[in-house]
């Protein structure tokens, strides 16, 4: 993170209202970060009762009611992506506005290179539906899966189908690659739990460590690469990393104080409620942000790292003196 942070623009410690542009090797484009997030925004969101239609059964079983699932993404640099009329945040249908943020990116920033951020989440990993995953390929020829071509050590490209179509399995695309052993079982106990001990313990393990398929990337990262872009993926359990978070915060009070609670009218501020939100405001929130990076990669944890970032609320840097606090 730190290489990609010297291509990146700052914004200046003491006005956030500066932004100060790399310096760039002829070679080099300059990078922005994009955090991206996903939050629930509830019809009722902070009201304790609940007021509707007198027919309607209450629609707040769990207490906040109606809901919307609202994924985006957000800049330092601008606020949340977005270019002339079209907005990048989306009512979700988990994960699908990748496709659309990423043009929306190279038209407002072009010759840059986005590096998108995601949190650790299992559907942030999930894979191509046709991704050389040794763990979903049967031994023997047959199912109906289909798999992208895969290639052998010499580099020749090897398809995963027979020519009628069914997938080849396993032990077929093992013994074309000389490396079936008789007798091997599909699976072992130890890679069923995803926790293998040994290399050769079984076919789905000797498949999964050929280069083709150790390359196997998640299904976001594949998207992103493939347009010239980056992606990282920012560690479980560290608090305050992702800044979009406390953007959400902001835009779900907006709502508390203007929408008139039904999911129309949800529907129709959400929008409002994200450009709400001052870019000067925005701006604090990533310096917090990258405050809070500072201080992990300075060692500092929980408590700690809270009372840091705290404490040198308007620096973008944790002092290095600060360790000893
Ligand atoms: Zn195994």
New binding site residues.
Partial sequence: MEALEKLMPKLMDEDITVIIKPQLNPNKKKHILVMHDESVFYANDGKKTYWGPKDHAPLNKKGNGLSLHISDFLTEIDSHLKFEDEETCVIMKPGNNLEKAIPIFEQKYPDSIGVFAFDNATSHAAYAPNALIAHHMNLNPGGKKKFKDGFKSDGEIQSMHLSDGRPKGIKLVLEERGLWKKGLKR??S??KIHL?TKND??A??ILSLQLDFAAQKPLIQEIIEDRGHKVIFYPKFHCGLNFIEQFWGAAKQFMRNNCDYTFKGLEKMVPDALNSVPLIQIRKYARRSWRFMDAYKKGLKGIEALYAVKKYKSHRRIPNNVINV
């Fill in positions: 699976i072992c130890e890679c293998p313990c079984c789905v393990r």
